[in-house]
């Protein structure tokens, strides 16, 4: 990493400033007479202010050298020509050169301290009315709240973006509010860890038992666990670990609990024997989602006539013969208002899909395709000849900064047109992306939901397809019979073996599936290497962009970081011509295959027919079309959209020629290279080596320790999640649609 250091000195001019996220390009003329281009989140930087500014050299191959801010301190301009330079740049609306020019004539050094504490004197200059002044005054002390916040976070070294987070949200009570509670910022909109902002307060002179701090730990504790997949933590458990985040007193920890429930932050109900401690958003969507799919399971609808008919002409136009659990399927698809359809790899999930949207179709119903992913729903409307969706994008989903919250254009309010709703890859479903669905969802909609409960869950909190497939309460059929066409195929073969407890066959004897034993780290990379640079090109006709790299684990020498760096070396190396940009202790190039690491509702992106929207989430992939001379813009082509990144964004990207497995959920590829190599123990499970050999439609090449598949396969440990929903859902009553 490069060394940090400090420049300090005067804003000359403003290169770039991106109004809504603070990124800004700046020349600053040092105390020694050098000009310094900066970079970094420096919000309503004007010429004549003052900075002090720690960050780290960096150079860019167009411009040279520049430095990239990490911390800025902020002072305002003295001496007379800064602040006339400093009013005149445009930073107060209604203060041109000219005026600012008088206004310096008129109060010298004093200009801004008269602006921000006498505005009535203001009027004393010409052009300058007494409501003007009044205006000037308001906007200069709005500036002046935002960069004291500014100051703040940067004295602690925090996110500079959170000023303008804070100021939206506060307005001129930001900086008492963060004085009063620091531990606001560890909330969801926010997002700093309990251990940095803990580490802050102390220092500010908070202790260990102030209620702000005890009732952070505890609603900390709530929301970290939800990246753990849990929807509630037991009473008990969640007080321990509120004790031991923060070394607290039990009776204060109580305390505070009781606060809290009180105040309905936190709502306690009895789950499975146990007190279940919820977030209050998380259990308004858990008795949400029960109450409305048990409503939609309910809800008088339509049976359709003459379905026999309508199979066996399917049938005859399609050339196939449903196997009886494909037929069942489609027929309760018919009459019922919920379905749940499960299986494995081969065992005809899509064909019997397809059939069950041409039935509902032929019933006269209008049909919405979803899935959770992008790249889910790309594989859903390729299969299925028909226009998919991702569930965020068909209900509009936007992101309220202030809240740190997801909306939904259609809900409740305002509902989706369909007839019926069909949503792939339910095992990537989590709690709240259910509960905002099924809201959009009009009564007696059919809803038809398609998975495998032996993949991967959901990232985030819940166990949505798993509670509801073993509540009993909605029609359910699983798909067991391999078809013969599919038994062929050694990837199926090996996936359902291994969903026995049984290691895959590694004996090389298939033709669709090959073992490299490669136990030294460093030749099963350079394996990895020439695999997806040569020898599946060369020999097998595949090409590098249809091959994809997959490793339990980030970390580590078979990591994603480590291949990643590798890979891009081998498949898109420097040549004269081709731009790249520098960002950290990453080199984006184009020709460069990312993906996104977090959801960003605000990127623009357009359509290749002119059609335009925002957003860009977790795990979408794409490719680096182009980087701009400057290096401040760079082009990324998403499938069928193209967005347009500034610079600092490119954090929330990573390099995807190789990717973790979790990642890789919901999507297929036509060859994927399989790492096996030790890892953490939570992620050699059967799960992941079952989700990984899936990926792969034509070919699967894996590259490692031949010991490790069979401990995998053996080690069918998963991590128990916290949720309610089964229970709720047992307590409407049973479904008698199974099979």
Same mark, same amino acid.
Request: aromatic share 6%; net charge neutral.
């Given at each position: ?201 102390l220092s500010m002179g908070f202790d260990g038992d102030s209620p702000c701090r005890v009732e952070a730990a505890l609603t900390y504790e709530l929301s970290h666990n939800l990246n753990n997949g849990h929807v509630f933590l037991p009473r008990d458990k ?46 308004? %969507?858990?008795?949400?989602? &029960? !109450?409305?799919?048990?409503? /939609? ?5 339509? $049976? =359709? @006539? ?22 069942? %399927?489609?027929?309760?698809? &018919? !009459?019922?208002?919920?379905? /749940? ?5 081969? $065992? =005809? @999930? ?28 790309? !594989? ?56 905002a669905l099924l809201a959009a969802l009009k009564p007696g909609c059919r809803l038809v939901m398609v998975g495998d409960p032996d993949q991967l869950p959901s990232v985030g909190p819940g166990n949505v397809l798993g509670d509801i497939l073993r509540s ?124 996104q690491t977090r959801n960003n509702y605000d990127v623009l992106w357009e359509k290749d027919d002119g059609e335009a929207g925002s957003g860009i989430f977790n795990g979408d992939v794409g490719t680096v079309e182009d980087i701009d001379p400057s290096g ?108």
């Open positions: 990493m490069a060394e940090r250091s400090t420049v300090e000195g005067a804003v000359q001019s403003l290169i770039f400033q991106n109004e809504d996220n603070g990124y800004t390009v700046l020349s600053l003329l040092t105390d020694d007479g050098e000009l310094v281009t900066v970079v970094g989140c420096i919000p309503c930087a004007a010429p004549g202010e003052g900075m002090t500014v720690t960050g780290v050299w960096t150079n860019h191959p167009s411009y040279g050298p520049q430095f990239a801010a990490e911390s800025v301190e902020r002072r305002m301009p003295e001496t007379e020509e800064d602040i006339a330079a400093y009013l005149a740049s445009g930073i107060l609306k209604g203060i041109g050169p000219a005026t600012a020019q008088r206004l310096v004539d008129r109060f010298g050094a004093d200009t801004l301290a008269v602006i921000e504490e006498e505005p009535e004197r203001l009027q004393t200059v010409k052009g300058i009315t007494a409501k003007k002044a009044m205006e000037l005054s308001a906007a200069f002390r709005e500036l002046t709240g935002l960069k004291r916040v500014m100051e703040f976070l940067a004295r602690y070294e925090l996110p500079v973006p959170l000023a303008m987070q804070l100021y939206r949200a506060y307005g001129a009570q930001a900086l008492p509010r963060l004085k009063e509670d620091p531990y606001l910022l560890t909330g969801q909109a926010y997002g700093v860890a309990f251990s940095t902002m803990d580490e802050i307060a969640l007080l321990f670990a509120s004790a031991q985040l923060i070394d607290g007193n039990p009776d204060a920890l109580e305390t505070a609990l009781d606060g809290l429930l009180a105040r309905g932050v936190i709502v306690q109900e009895p789950v499975a024997g146990v007190q279940a401690c919820y977030l209050q958003r998380l259990y308004q %969507a858990e008795t949400q989602v &029960a !109450r409305r799919l048990l409503s /939609l399971r309910d809800a008088p609808r339509q $049976t =359709g @006539k003459n379905v026999d008919k309508i199979i066996a002409e399917m049938e005859a136009r399609q050339g196939i013969a449903y196997a009886p659990q494909q037929r069942r %399927a489609v027929e309760l698809a &018919a !009459r019922s208002g919920v379905l /749940l359809l499960t299986g494995g790899p081969g $065992t =005809g @999930k899509t064909t019997s899909t397809r059939g069950i949207v041409t039935l509902l179709e032929r019933m006269g119903l209008t049909v919405l395709l979803l899935a959770p992913t992008g790249r889910a729903a790309k !594989r859903m409307s390729e299969l299925c000849s028909r226009e998919a969706q991702t569930i965020h994008r068909c209900l509009g989903m936007t992101f309220n900064e202030l809240t740190g919250e997801v909306t939904f254009k259609k809900n409740e309010k305002d509902l989706l047109e369909a007839d019926a709703v069909i949503v792939d890859e339910m095992s990537m479903v989590d709690l709240p992306l259910m509960d009993g309460a909605v029609d359910s059929v699983t798909l067991t019979e391999v078809f013969r066409q599919a038994e062929q195929s050694a990837i199926i073969r090996s996936a359902h073996a291994v969903n026995r407890g049984q290691a895959p066959d590694l004996s090389n004897k298939q033709s669709d599936f090959f073992f490299l034993c490669r136990r030294s780290p460093d030749r099963l990379v350079q394996t990895v290497v020439d695999l997806c640079r040569t020898r599946l090109p060369d020999k097998m006709g595949i090409p590098a962009g249809q091959i994809q790299v997959l490793t339990p684990t980030r970390k580590g020498e078979t990591g994603t970081v480590s291949l990643n760096r590798a890979l891009q070396a081998a498949l898109n190396p420097p040549a004269p011509g081709k731009r790249q940009k520098t960002w950290g202790d990453m080199i984006f190039r184009v020709g460069d295959r990312v993906m401040e813009l760079v082009t990324i082509r998403f499938d069928d959209r193209t967005s347009v990144y500034t610079a600092d964004l490119l954090s929330q990207l990573d390099m995807a020629y190789a990717m973790t497995v979790h990642k890789a959920q919901g999507s297929e590829y036509r060859a994927v290279v399989l790492v096996s190599a030790p890892a953490a123990p939570n992620l050699l499970v059967r799960g992941v080596l079952y989700t990984a050999i899936t990926r792969a439609r034509e070919l699967l090449v894996m590259v490692g320790d031949d010991a490790i598949p069979g401990r995998m396969a053996e080690n069918d440990r998963r991590t128990r999640r916290y949720s309610g929903l089964r229970r709720r859902l047992k307590q409407g009553g049973p479904s008698h649609g199974h099979e």
